[in-house]
């Protein structure tokens, strides 16, 4: 199974980017999906979060501003960032929860990262 995210780099304050996440490989289900961050010399937080059904969670920092979607028949999720800030710089890693079969374990998979840049 491969999680495979682009859509990060360069951007002025104010600017948008969005993010795609497109997973592939033998997969029976996907649970939920999300979108997690690191800044340098910070953890890793949960920016927002997608069930299987559509509901959504978000950090407070990105309410309003970013808004994460799902399309279940292309197992991929999105993530589109408006009104970016420079405190929005990270590596955006995505994630999902999925199985490779009916009776299998759920287990966690991630992305391999991608930058992004906000300049002031």
């Known amino acids: 199974v491969q999680l495979q995210a682009s859509g990060g780099g360069l951007v002025q304050a104010g600017g948008s980017l969005r993010l795609s996440c497109a997973t592939s490989?033998?997969?029976?289900?996907?649970?939920?999906m999300g979108w997690f961050r690191q800044a340098p010399g910070k953890q890793r937080e949960l920016v927002a979060g997608i069930g299987t059904a559509g509901t959504s969670r978000y950090v407070d920092s990105v309410k309003g501003r970013f808004t994460i979607s799902r399309d279940n028949a292309k197992n991929t999720v999105y993530l589109q960032m408006n009104s970016l800030k420079p405190e929005d710089t990270a590596v955006y890693y995505c994630?999902?929860?999925?199985?490779?079969?009916?009776?299998?374990?759920?287990?966690?998979?991630w992305g391999q990262g991608t930058l992004v840049t906000v300049s002031s």
């Open positions: 490989g033998t997969i029976f289900s996907i649970g939920d």
């Open positions: 994630h999902a929860a999925l199985r490779t079969t009916r009776w299998g374990t759920w287990y966690d998979h």
